[in-house]
């Protein structure tokens, strides 16, 4: 059985930091790439951060030079470390696994962003 366990969401003032993670089983971790998404209320959910087999990562332009995403294959997690958050940054944040035969979810993590 597949789990993708994302933790470290939490409240944080505007201008601070948080350090998502996202823990893989049941998958073999360096077969996937990885990426993290987000969703706001009333909003579509969009891609945040991708990081591929490789290492190559791509971001979305409204987190260029404030997030970066990682990945560690001797623990199957990748990680999503998140500086100068703003209040738009608040959201949902989702961890996403993709091979070339299988997507895989996590259940979310709250982010929230006070002015």
């Known amino acids: 059985q597949v789990q993708l366990v994302e933790s470290g969401g939490g409240l944080v003032q505007a201008g601070g930091s948080l350090r998502l993670s996202c823990a893989a089983s049941?998958?073999?971790?360096?077969?996937?790439?990885m990426a993290w998404y987000r969703q706001a209320p009333g909003k579509q959910r969009e891609v945040v951060a991708s990081?591929?087999?490789?290492?190559?990562?791509t971001y979305a332009d409204s987190v260029k030079g404030r997030f970066a995403i990682s990945r560690s294959s001797a623990k199957s997690t990748a990680y999503l470390q998140m500086d100068s958050l703003k209040p738009e940054d608040t959201a949902v944040y989702y961890c996403?696994?993709?091979?070339?035969?299988?997507?895989?979810w996590g259940q979310g993590t709250q982010v929230t962003v006070s002015s």
């Open positions: 996403n696994a993709k091979s070339s035969f299988s997507e895989y």
């Open positions: 049941g998958l073999t971790f360096r077969n996937f790439a």
């Open positions: 990081i591929a087999k490789g290492f190559t990562t």
